[in-house]
């Protein structure tokens, strides 16, 4: 009897120092003290595939660089960046009857700033003034405003600064244009772009020593006799760099 309950002793003594010699697995540890768990992570929501793509800064800077260079051909940037060669006009060639391309710098306050006087009427076109103190009689069919189709107003050629007298310049189709998205009405003049007209014009007359005004205030010059032209067509080349 005593023997078994020595063996009974001995066998539980095995199962006991079994069971201390397993290792213990603990889990991790975080700088916390708690157990951290990968389940308690939380996680990176997936892309959604029907979002809208964002461009990142220096995407969004390239993409507006590269579309303001397409557009400078178009703009009047690229215009003035533009060396126009041959703006210079040839007086040489000018005779009545003939024709001729020229260029004439102007603003759109030209538009009311330039008359000129004399009494001869010419292809129907003529000066708004008779005499220096009285002014043409207006027809009574005529248009309230036809952007002066039919009054010879001065002009300066770009370049050589030749006198030269055009009728209907406005009523271009280019120039009329100019005029009424740069209208000169309530604008200083040094706040208006000067630019340059070319034009294809044919010469219709002579006016013999007619007067000459730059603005409504100003006084009544003469500057011998000036050709008359009246323009088949006119573009607006770029901004004069004066």
């Known amino acids: 009897m005593v023997k078994g309950s020595e063996r009974s002793k001995t066998s539980k003594k095995a199962k006991g120092s079994s069971a201390s010699s397993e290792p213990t697995r603990k889990g991790k540890v975080s700088k916390t003290g708690k157990p951290s768990s990968a389940k308690n992570r939380p996680r990176r929501p997936a892309p959604d595939p029907d979002a809208t793509p964002v461009l990142s800064g220096r995407l969004m800077i390239a993409t507006m660089v590269l579309a303001a260079m397409a557009m400078v051909p178009f703009m009047g940037i690229g215009k003035a960046l533009e060396r126009n060669k041959d703006l210079p006009t040839d007086t040489g060639e000018w005779k009545i009857g003939g024709t001729a391309k020229v260029h004439v710098t102007l603003i759109t306050a030209d538009y009311n700033k330039l008359n000129c006087q004399a009494d001869k009427v010419i292809e129907g076109k003529h000066c708004q003034y008779q005499t220096e103190t009285q002014a043409f009689r207006t027809e009574p069919n005529a248009p ?76 009544w010059i003469h500057e011998g006799d000036p050709l008359v032209a009246i323009p088949n067509s006119c573009r607006i080349l770029a901004p004069e760099n004066t």
């Open 144 to 219: 309230i405003d036809d952007n002066k189709r039919d009054l010879i107003q001065p002009y300066r050629t770009h370049g050589t600064n030749k006198l030269i007298f055009i009728a209907g310049l406005w009523a271009t189709p280019a120039v009329s244009t100019r005029l009424h998205f740069e209208t000169p009405r309530g604008v200083a003049e040094n706040k208006l772009a000067r630019f340059v007209a070319e034009c294809d014009v044919r010469f219709v007359g002579q006016l013999k020593n007619p007067g000459v005004r730059w603005s409504p205030s100003g006084k």
